[in-house]
């Protein structure tokens, strides 16, 4: 045994680097075994399927669809011999440009690139792999950053372990993946900052800061932040408070970033617009100006052991970290240190700070990645002084360790197995410390006791964020796990769906289909991996046009840029060009009005087909005029879509005669006849019980669609026994065997947008109907102005689509980012396709570029003169070949650096 460590330290003398590679590697593997042992025993995979799936119908989701998108574009070019890359994609919600939706989630991770090389059925293992890869990458960055640094090998190890196994890992890194590459740049930007500032290349900073431009705009705002903030600490510390120096540093860090930003145009130009452009709330969310005690003492208190204390602030760090950060302050220097914790943990500490890393949105502390590198830096730069304390400093430290234990024990927070087992190991780590310093203040330290202790610090820190990590993720305590999808399930869990009967129709029209938005087998965007035509979308970046025309037919079933369905309205799915209706066992009654026949029957779904629907492309000879359109009611507004087309612009030269309106709704008078748990007040009422219940009755309803109308409904947000705020409640609303709920956000709630109408469809029904009940599931005080009840006879309905098809698109062709048709007019008409509107689509008609107009609010469409025509739509994403012009312009300037350098070196070594 003494000759294998004899050879391992003669090792390390020659390659120390290679040493520590082999070293760490071996460490993070045993780590990384413990810190998910739950997922492996209890065969769980990495995909979360919690409250909003995220992680199965966004994340894996779309690396499942990019694998095979890299794919198909290969075959078209080695096979077929053309270079087509799809940029449009109508099995994105109801069509959306591919590079700006998924960005987000997998289009700019180069990692991501590795699933063209894996099936769609095994890229479960890539999902997981690509987490466990992330963090590697983290740690060895974290690891580079150290040594260039001149951090010994022992104290960069404990470093890396502590930045890669942290609170925010074991939350972020199988929740959403993608926040873990934050963790790889930051060191190496960091890295990048440090050499401009000693006047060394710039390279690795537009290296990286183009790759975290190129891979997510979310973070990469975040990172600049850091960086900023990194920048000045250490330029104070370097040159003082030299002004004239100050400048000229910042200038250099503004061309250098100018240019990694042009490099990355060519992605992150498309998506900024198309972020720009997608649906973003004028509303402010309301936050305090300090958050509750419980935060405070969930995140301090914790600090060794997991607890999540709200808006993405997780620190379970390690108990060596927090005997560093003790040490950090209780000696002197190692100033710039100690500002960047202080400023940190201030950042930490303020909802503002949140608010403002989180791109004045909402307060969200997901920017603590970079909280984790400066308790990593601490651990790192404090690690050997542990080892060298004086008496006073041990005596302050075991006093400092039990006050510390003390004071958490006083609170609920930490009153759990995670921390008493983090305690002990605080204990044990300080007590190995103590005897590693004076061996009990009168004995020297032979060689092997000084491997043995360090060997016994590592063993405690691997061991401490392993139990935080289990505490977290094992049945036995928070049972995370119950929230992912079981191991080789991935796969099924986005095939064997609704979407996936729909395409055994085998139906080659243009279509979408509708659903219910519930049930055992709902999902959103699996329409994605069948390639069908949903009306559900459930992406962080969708278009603004979509959630305009949504607010305006106050659809209670779309919230920003996630909806899912458009509330069971004939009329908007008519408009939608929804052919089909796919509703799991015992939600038939869900329906909409015209889906009467029954296509597909199975035990688990059944699908029934309209005819009631509009094409791909259908014409009008008459318009809405804004005024009649801006003084409707959104169910005027609906049925005023169905008689004639409403644009935002005037048209040159085309005019449409203005629409003679019918509208069917009728106000119907109700009286209430059960009510318990509400009281009245004058301005709404209080809710003083959960699940209290108001019933109304009216005459009977028959062979119409039926709505509830709440006029400025609000919910008045309070503090609970947590003192955190009540942002929203749900109410529940039911007539016969139609129920959906409404969930109202107050201005506390991180998705408020400012809804006070709610309009509420309970169906179409063609048997009497003379009742709703409303069921208030939140005790709290509402606000509401005016409560009604409206019914909208079907008989026209059938009519008006008829009518709105007779001249339609014919001969509809879908080929890569082309869609193409002929169409035969007698009169002038006004042409509106059922695909949302986007800047990135050009027309033309007869072979001649034409101007597309905004139709519908949505929509788009185009004015045609009597005759035959032929259509041709072209899509191409917004702002992408100005992008990859300015990326041109940036690698040659990047190119030109390097020459620079290079011809730089050459002079002086002459």
Known sequence: MSNYLLKWNEYKEKRPFKAYFIMFTLLFFITIFLFYASFIFNEKSFIWKGSTKDGLVQHYNALMYFGRYLRSILYNLFVNHQFDIPLYDFSIGYGSDILTSLHYYVMGDPLNLLSVFVSSKYTEYLYAFLVVLRLYLSGLSFSYYCFQLKKDSKSTLVGALTYIFCGYVIFASVRHPYFINPMIYLPLLLLGTERILHNRSPKLFIIVLTISAISNFYFLYMLCLVVFIYAVIRFLFIYHFKVKLGIKYFFKFVTNGVIALCMSAFILLPVIYFFFQTARSEYKIAFDSFYSLSYYLSCFLNFNSYNFAEYWTIFGYNSLSLLCVFILFIRKGNYSLKIGFIISTLFICLPYAGYVFNGFSYVSNRWEFAYSFVIALITCSMFQRLFTMEKKECILTGLFVFIYIFIAGLFSETRNFNFIISAIILIMTYIILLIRNR???NQKIGLSLNRISLICIIALLISNVSVNAYYKYSPQHLNYIKEFVDAKKGFSNLTKTRAQVIKKLNDSTFYRYDETNFGKYYLTNTSLQQRQKSISFFYSLGSGYITDYFMEMQNINALSSIYTGVNYRAYLDALASVKYFAAEKNQEQYRPYGFDKKVYDSEKFSVFQSDLYLPLGYTYNQQISQKDFNNASAIEKQQMLMQGVYIDDDIQSFQLNNAQVSLANQQVPYQIVHSDGIRKTTQ?????????????????????????????????????????????????????????????????????????????NLGYSRENRNEITIEFKT??????????????????????VKELKENCLENVEMGVNTVSGTIHTEENKFLCFSIPYSDGWKAYVNGKEVELYRANIMYMGLPLEKGKHTIQLVYSTPYLKQGVIISGIGIISFLGIIYYERKKKIIRIC
């Open 439 to 441: 061996l009990w203040f």
């Open 779 to 800: 005790i709290g005080s509402y606000i509401c102005k005016d409560m009604s009840v409206e019914t909208l006879p079907m008989k026209q309905f059938d009519y008006q």
């Open 684 to 760: 709404g009422f209080d809710v003083i019980k959960k699940n209290a219940k108001l019933t109304i009755r009216f005459n009977p309803v028959v062979e119409s669609e039926l709505y509830l109308l709440f006029h400025d409904l609000s919910f008045l947000p309070y503090k609970n026994e947590k003192e955190k705020y009540v942002n929203q409640a749900k109410i529940s609303i039911s007539s016969h065997n139609i129920k959906d709920t409404i969930i109202l956000k107050n201005k506390y709630h991180t998705y408020y947008n400012g809804t006070e109408n709610f309009l509420m």
